[in-house]
């Protein structure tokens, strides 16, 4: 029987999964603030074109809003987390 990954080391609920978990959670942030970054990004180009165009942009600036107060929420969530001290293993 071969071991993979995941069975290796102690049992389910030992220090080692734990530790595995957190940094898990941490890259999942991560991936969640980038995501969160990059629409921030193009409702802010929409926003500005919007603006320069004389066209409506009050929906796109809310949108704008809201995503940015996510992703400062997600920020500061992720602080409160270790850093990341592994790459994950798929």
Request: net charge positive; proline share 6%; no cysteine.
């Amino acid at each position: 029987m071969t071991q993979t990954p995941d069975s290796a080391g102690p049992s389910i609920g030992g220090p080692a999964k734990e530790q595995h978990s957190r940094v898990k959670s941490a890259e999942d942030f991560d991936l969640v603030i980038g995501f969160l970054g990059f629409w921030a990004l193009v409702l802010l180009v929409i926003t500005v074109a919007a603006e320069l165009t004389a066209q409506p942009a009050l929906g796109w600036a809310l949108g704008l809003l809201a995503v940015l107060l996510a992703l400062w929420g997600m920020l500061r969530l992720r602080r409160r987390l270790p850093a990341r001290t592994s790459r994950r293993i798929t």
